[in-house]
């Protein structure tokens, strides 16, 4: 059977795409980030996962505000990723995990969550830059499902709907018959306002107990609605979603292997985690 053996979940500032591509690892402005990343490095080589299934959002590369899906399912043999104009030099791409994406999409539908799915699809710098961090040299030793979720268009999906997505991901996973290791990301926030009067904004109490909560209370952050979200941790924060059906796609508890939370790269408070089933 399938099974879910990590959960990792990351800040993805498109500048880190570009300090990748000119190795600034160990520049001491983004030092305070990578240094998250090497016993991650450590846990990959030791689980040797199969298969990566990311929830991520689109900023307007794949979907943009004339077509936009609230929930949509990559169905494709490979994922192509472009410039988007951040300067982040286009990786390879990504090879799909086929046969287990028709699977998810189907038991998704089942479960009532009418996702969009795509057998083309373009992945921007919120799915490929985790999948860079994590594998900055091996291109890529992983086949790859993209779920993108709307954080860009009101409303949003409520992060009580994210998180019964994230559930039902789980279950279509712990459903599928082939013997497969899956690793589960989460991509986005944490706090982050781009633009407006609020640009900056940071809420460091509000991420340290959302991130408290990814461990000890994974339902706490469904209190909020999508717009309370924005008002926490600002209109691009709202990406800790993606974190939350990450995070619920395990159903017990999960115990920590590794944290790291800094303030700021870019305008967000970037924070990285990576989490084992118990
Ligand atoms: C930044 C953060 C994001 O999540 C994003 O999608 C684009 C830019 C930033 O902080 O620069
Ligand atoms: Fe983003």
């Known amino acids: 059977m399938a099974k879910i053996v990590g959960i990792m979940t990351t800040s993805h500032v498109p500048a880190l795409g570009k300090a990748i591509a000119k190795n600034l690892q160990s520049d001491p402005y983004w030092k305070p980030f ?13 689980v040797k ?13 794949n979907f943009f505000l004339d077509k936009l899906p609230t929930f949509a399912i990559g169905t494709a043999p ?16 990504f090879p799909g995990a086929e046969d287990l994406s028709w699977h998810l999409r189907d038991n998704l539908v089942r479960d009532e969550f009418d996702v969009v799915s795509c057998q083309e699809m373009l992945v921007d710098h919120s799915f490929t830059l985790p999948m860079a961090l994590l594998w900055p040299h091996q291109k890529w030793p992983v086949k790859s499902i ?3 979720i709307n954080t860009t268009l009101f409303p949003m999906p409520s ?8 559930e039902a991901i789980g279950r279509a996973i712990a459903s599928y018959p082939e013997d497969l290791k899956v690793l589960v990301i989460g991509s986005g926030g944490l706090s982050h306002q781009l633009e407006g009067q609020r640009a900056g904004h940071i809420n460091k109490p509000f991420d340290e107990r959302f991130m408290d909560s990814m ?16 008002e926490q941790v600002g209109n691009e924060g709202v990406e800790l979603v993606n974190w939350l059906a990450a ?3 395990v159903p017990g508890r999960v115990k920590l ?8 790269i870019s305008n967000t408070a970037a924070a990285t985690m990576l989490m084992e089933p118990i």
């Open 78 to 93: 490979e994922y192509v990723s472009e410039d988007e104009g951040w300067g982040i030099p286009p990786q390879p791409s």
């Open 247 to 249: 995070r619920a796609t």
């Open 215 to 230: 461990l000890n209370d994974p339902q706490w952050a469904t209190q909020f609605s999508d717009v309370d979200l924005v």
């Open 49 to 61: 996962p199969d298969v990566v299934v990311s929830c991520y959002n689109d900023h307007g590369l």
């Open 34 to 46: 990578f240094d998250g990343f090497p016993p991650i490095h450590e846990w990959l080589e030791k």
């Open 146 to 148: 993209p779920v993108a």
């Open 257 to 264: 292997v590794h944290a790291s939370y800094h303030i700021p």
């Open 159 to 166: 992060p009580r709907r994210c998180f019964k997505l994230g």
